[in-house]
């Protein structure tokens, strides 16, 4: 096994930045292992092609999407604030490496299967938490640099105190985001060992522990396949959304077999459609969408709070989308946005807001209708419950023999 180095940084430190330098110059690696993808490596190179609008919009997954764009608009803050650019050690560890003529290894999982695993491994309590967390961190970005003393970042009890706190704010998103990436790092650089004399390891400081008790407990590692396929999750929501479609059939027949009359069942099928779509249209115009989207959410709410395959926000981005007409080059002006009005004034972001909170606005509909139906209706359950299962099983006696 080779001597392995690692260094530990925080992603807008200079003094990170200073330290990488020096291991390079003073350890003389004969390979160097970053905390990069091919994909990261090539954003901060400045030669990523930024994904099509389109294959946004086919994800579907826009509280995901927001959500990553919200932690990196958040660290480059900071940078910002430091004067030192996110990923600037590592660029510095790559291109004195290329000048050394060092080989350099790309060691991380790459970041889609992490944020993948990130989002889809959290419950909704966690990713409600996060949300909130991320946007009162946009709000008081300004001010980040005159709370946070950088250098602090790369101390180790510093580091193990933030993680633990993550934990106790976020455990499921905290094994995807830390511990995965762990296993993940101290693969690639438990296997460069074998075949190196000299490693030099380049990764967060919230990384360094976990990797070196991997490194001295090998045995201990997870399998690299388990930490790279698609996560396996019971699908809660599509189990929410045939529930909810089963309750509201069940609700109807009940009123039709009641005998109040079909002119409230033909109220309650109007309410189904004016309180998911107005809720939903709410949604589209807190974020500032256009009256069309608005409209569109409108129109497909009803129907999309029956479907767990369909959404709201799924159409109403498309019809945004058509009237913004947000290009490729959107997503490099949303990575250099100053704050978040500048964000919003974007019309990627904005398609993408407006998907997010469309969907938000047709579920808070949804539920609005449960609780709130009968009383408007001027019902008592009780008696729709009754008479509506006596005269339905009354009928369905008549026509099937038992």
């Known amino acids: 096994m080779g001597e392995i180095k690692i260094i530990g940084t925080a992603h807008v430190s200079q003094k990170s930045v200073d330290e990488v330098t020096e291991a390079i110059e003073t350890f003389e690696p004969q390979i160097v292992a970053v905390e990069l993808d091919r994909g990261r490596l090539m954003v901060l190179k400045g030669n990523a092609a930024p994904p099509s609008v389109d294959d946004v919009i086919k994800s579907g997954n826009f509280s995901g999407i927001l959500a990553q764009w919200l932690l990196a608009y958040v660290q480059r803050r900071i940078g910002k604030e430091t004067g030192v650019s996110p990923g ?3 660029m510095a560890a790559v291109e004195l490496a290329e000048e050394r003529g060092i080989p ?12 993948s695993r990130f989002w889809n491994l959290m419950p909704i309590t966690e990713k409600l938490k996060m949300v909130y967390v991320l946007i009162g961190s946009v709000a008081g970005a300004g001010e980040v640099g005159e709370k946070i003393d950088i250098d602090s970042m790369t101390d180790q009890d510093v580091i193990s105190a933030a993680m633990e706190e993550f934990r106790r704010f976020a455990p499921k998103g905290a094994s995807a985001l830390i511990d995965e990436r762990d296993a993940y790092l101290a693969h690639a650089i438990y296997d460069l060992g074998q075949r190196f004399d000299r490693v030099l390891a380049v990764v967060g400081a919230g990384h360094r522990e976990g990797i070196a008790r991997y490194l001295d407990q090998p045995e ?8 790279m ?17 089963a309750l509201f059939a069940l609700f109807l027949i009940l009123i039709a ?16 459609v004016l309180i998911n779509g107005i809720l ?20 497909v709410a009803w129907m999309t709070s029956l479907n767990p395959f369909m959404a709201a926000g799924w159409f109403a981005a498309i019809t945004e989308a058509k009237i913004r007409h947000p290009t490729g080059a959107d997503f490099s002006r949303i990575a250099e946005a100053d704050d978040l009005s500048q964000m919003r004034e974007n019309p990627l972001f904005r398609v993408v807001l407006v998907a997010a909170l469309a969907n938000v606005g047709s579920i ?3 539920f609005a209708y ?7 209706l001027g019902i008592d359950p009780r008696d729709i419950l009754s008479a509506g299962v006596t005269n339905l099983m009354a009928f369905l006696g008549s026509i099937i023999p038992f």
């Open 88 to 90: 600037a050690e590592m």
């Open 104 to 115: 350099i290894a790309l060691a991380d999982r790459d970041i889609q299967i992490t944020f």
């Open 220 to 227: 201990t590692l997870p399998t690299k396949a388990s930490l």
């Open 229 to 245: 396929e698609t996560p396996k999750t019971f699908p809660w929501m599509k189990v929410i959304g045939f529930s909810i479609l």
């Open 257 to 272: 077999f009641s005998g109040v009359g079909l002119d409230v069942l033909f109220s309650a099928m109007i309410w189904w």
């Open 280 to 299: 939903a249209a709410i949604g589209v115009l807190a974020a500032r969408g256009h009256p069309l989207s608005a409209l569109t959410a409108f129109a």
């Open 364 to 366: 808070i509909g949804t």
């Open 370 to 376: 449960i609780l709130f139906i009968m009383p408007i």
